[in-house]
């Protein structure tokens, strides 16, 4: 299971960091885990991704510059830094992980999700 914690209201240009804890299974098992996020009336969009065991990272054009996401190896988790956050960055938040080859911008490619968390920026 993957559990997804850390949003919350945070004003725009705030920051705010989300974390994903693997229960159950070690992420090891995994090839990459992935963040994702849907705003109401949207379609759920890629986030970021990072491969577990080489740690090379991919970005949505919307994040570049603005979000890093990490992985902790021993504490078994991934992270989401998210700074300077504007008002479009609100939406709930999901971390997602896969075993298998697929587009990892896809959320198809994805077998395992979390239940989400909710970012909302204030103005």
């Known amino acids: 299971q993957l559990q997804a914690s850390g949003g919350g209201l945070v004003q725009a240009g705030g920051s705010l960091r989300l974390s994903c804890a693997a229960s159950?299974?070690?992420?090891?098992?995994?090839?990459?885990v992935g963040w994702f996020r849907q705003a109401p009336g949207k379609e759920r969009e890629f986030v970021a991704a990072?491969?577990?065991?080489?740690?090379?990272?991919y970005y949505a054009d919307s994040g570049k510059g603005r979000f890093t996401i990490a992985r902790d190896n021993a504490k078994n988790a991934v992270y989401l830094q998210m700074n300077s956050l504007k008002s479009e960055d609100a939406a709930v938040y999901y971390c997602?992980?896969?075993?298998?080859?697929?587009?990892?911008?896809?959320?198809?490619?994805?077998?395992?999700w979390g239940q989400g968390t909710l970012v909302t920026v204030s103005s």
């Open positions: 997602a992980a896969k075993r298998f080859s697929g587009d990892y911008s896809q959320r198809g490619s994805y077998d395992n």
């Open positions: 159950g299974r070690a992420f090891s098992i995994y090839n990459m």
């Open positions: 990072i491969t577990w065991s080489g740690g090379s990272t």
